[in-house]
Nanobody, 124 residues
Framework: QVQLVESGGGLVQAGGSLRLSCAAS????????VGWFRQAPGKEREFVAA????????YYVDSVKGRFTISRDNLKNTVYLQMNSLKPEDTAVYYC?????????????????WGQGTQVTVSS
């Protein structure tokens, strides 16, 4: 089992920044890929970014490229999502998730481990 705990959400004005954290514990050797997803009210959960834990390779959805940065701290077993130039359309509950293999990286159904989510609200 892998446990994931997100933190860092909050309310910010458009153009502002937030940094989300995802702390992993348990069988962390089972989570070679850690992803961030988000879900806005009335919308499906969507992929935001992911990182390959072993080598640090990163993946982003087009809408956040250049604004969001995913990174990891091996010593702390923590993945971060630095979000800059936030827009009202970034408002959602953000979840981190973990999986072992690359297959289905952009598909939330492929991730067996999930955190509880953290709310991000961007005001205009």
């Amino acid at each position: 089992q892998v446990q994931l705990v997100e933190s860092g959400g909050g309310l910010v004005q458009a153009g502002g920044s937030l940094r989300l954290s995802c702390a992993a514990s348990g069988r962390t050797s089972s989570n070679n890929f850690v992803g961030w997803f988000r879900q806005a009210p009335g919308k499906e959960r969507e992929f935001v970014a992911a990182i390959m834990w072993s080598v640090g390779r990163t993946y982003y959805v087009d809408s956040v490229k250049g604004r969001f940065t995913i990174s990891r701290d091996n010593l702390k077993n923590t993945v971060y999502l630095q979000m800059n130039s936030l827009k009202p359309e970034d408002t959602a509950v953000y979840y981190c998730a973990a999986k072992m293999n690359f297959g289905g990286l952009y598909n939330s159904d492929a991730y067996p481990y999930w955190g509880q989510g953290t709310q991000v609200t961007v005001s205009s």
